[in-house]
């Protein structure tokens, strides 16, 4: 049963406009949200993170979402860049700083010229 | 340092023989965390320590498979007599302790891709 769930596999936006991420989950006991971007051959990059006390949390051009009652996060990112092609993963936490991060299967972000 | 160091990059082993990887964590962090990622884009935790101490051992198969972090060495994780399923690519994260009450995100190596032929 997979627990964080990305359900859009690709994502092409131009370049300028605005791209959302989505990521739902289904274990309440996350408190911890993490977004990392990942280029082919590199290690996922550490994005932006929100805790479960927070509705939004901005930085740059980044922000992410939290909707807690639906279980529900996104990452808003604008404008886009065409350095922003990568794969996208959402990552969750239970309340342990020791904790292991669970990952949906990310979401492969294509931004044109 | 100031990145996650995996070494090697890619290996490559005949099945049945032992694979060893290594893991060098940020300097100042106490948690380290391996995980496995088999196909392209599937994440599965293996181990994670805190410290030279094993935190959580949940996702670590029950044979063949091992890990260690001691002190002022690369963290190291084996697997004995491979199988072709064991092919993928390993990857090293650690983090800090949390500071002022705050979680602290895992920042990862590259990870080191490991073919069994």
């Known amino acids: 049963d997979q627990q964080v769930k990305q359900n859009s596999p690709s994502l092409s936006v131009q370049e300028g406009r605005i791209s959302i991420l989505n990521c739902d989950y289904t274990n309440s006991m996350f408190d911890y949200f993490l977004w990392y971007k990942k280029y082919p051959a590199e290690g996922p990059t550490f994005l932006i993170s929100?805790?479960?006390?927070?509705d939004k949390n901005e930085d740059g051009r980044f922000t992410v979402f939290l909707n807690k009652s639906a279980k529900h996060l996104s990452l808003h990112i604008v404008p886009s860049q065409p350095g922003d092609s990568a794969v996208y993963f959402c990552?969750?936490?239970?309340?342990?700083?020791?904790?292991?991060?669970?990952f949906g299967d990310g979401t492969t972000l294509t931004v044109k010229p | 340092g100031e990145e996650v160091a995996q070494t090697p990059k890619h290996l490559v082993r005949g099945e049945g023989q032992k694979a060893k990887l290594y893991c060098a964590p940020i300097?100042?962090?106490?948690?380290v965390f391996w995980y496995q990622q088999v196909l392209k884009n599937e994440f599965k935790f293996l181990i994670s320590?805190?410290?030279?101490?094993?935190?959580?051992e949940t996702g670590m198969p029950k044979e063949r498979f091992s890990a260690k972090c001691l002190p002022n060495s690369p963290c190291s994780l084996e697997i004995q007599a491979t199988k072709l399923e064991d092919s993928a690519v390993y990857f090293c994260?650690?983090?800090?302790?949390?500071?002022?009450?705050?979680?602290?995100?895992?920042?990862f190596g590259d990870g080191t891709r490991l073919s069994i032929l």
């Open positions: 990552a969750a936490r239970e309340n342990t700083n020791a904790g292991k991060s669970t």
């Open positions: 929100i805790s479960s006390i927070k």
């Open positions: 994260a650690s983090s800090q302790s949390r500071r002022g009450g705050r979680n602290q995100p895992q920042h």
């Open positions: 300097k100042g962090h106490s948690y």
């Open positions: 320590f805190q410290n030279e101490n094993v935190f959580d």
